[in-house]
């Protein structure tokens, strides 16, 4: 019976959404570069993985002086809910062609991580542009909700005899149950709205919504109202 009064209320909402538009987009209209979790909502089932990407955007010769040579950051995350399984470098600061100095480090037991990469040789000018630091897969150990907090990010550059700090911001991640597409730890009419929006959208297709593909399968289809349908009504402490 829900599956069915949530399928009837999910081609109402579609409708609408055809008719007003909509969606939302992330568009960072700062002017320092920016270290950030994308995405920046993210949810799986218990015992699943997910990988997030710790990306980098706005660097310029403007605001960071020479380019940026080294980029350091610290994660943190319940340790309750998630373990981290591997950390993997992106290919941004490798993008000069230069070789990189990759470190990190697990520490599921306190729920925290660190990464690091360093250009092993000084070109002339560092990389400038947007891009990825790292990958980091994570394994689901309980459903729930929890910060993907970034901190003691570091960006520095070299001007040929010294390191010099690079001023910049951040925009934490955050984890959730499936389901709950606005991070608000529950799977509610505020969802299903977001449901209905991607209903029938396709990977590479404007309206798709990773959020709403629940099975995974690369498009927003009937399997996936049935599965958010089982978890309507869903919430979780923050």
Do not use: Q
């Amino acid at each position: 019976m829900k599956r069915n009064l949530l399928r009837t209320t999910v081609f109402v909402l579609l409708a609408v959404c055809i008719t007003i538009g909509g969606g939302t987009r992330t568009v960072f209209t700062e002017t320092l570069p920016v270290i950030y979790v994308n995405p920046e909502l993210t949810s799986c089932e218990m015992g699943g993985n997910f990988t997030i990407d710790v990306n980098i955007a706005n660097v310029t010769m403007e605001n960071s002086d020479y380019g940026v040579y080294c980029w350091e950051f610290d994660m943190s995350f319940n340790k309750s809910l998630l373990n981290v399984t591997s950390i993997e470098e992106g290919p941004w600061l490798k993008s000069t062609g230069e070789d990189t100095l990759f470190m990190s480090g697990i520490h599921n037991y306190e729920g925290w991580i660190v990464a690091m990469s360093v250009l092993y040789a000084y070109p002339e000018t560092g990389v400038v542009g947007s891009g990825t630091l790292a990958n980091v897969t994570f394994n689901v150990l309980a459903e729930g909700k929890c910060s993907l907090d970034i901190y003691k990010t570091i960006l520095t550059s070299y001007n040929g005899s010294d390191v010099l700090d690079v001023n910049h911001t951040i925009v934490d991640g955050i984890f959730t149950i499936p389901g709950d597409m606005d991070g608000n730890g529950g799977v509610d009419s505020k969802d299903l709205y977001l449901l209905a929006h991607s209903y029938g959208a396709s990977v590479g297709e404007s309206d798709y919504n990773l959020l709403a593909d629940l099975d995974r399968d690369d498009d927003v289809d009937s399997d996936d109202l049935d599965i958010f349908a089982a978890k309507y009504g869903t919430y979780v402490d923050p």
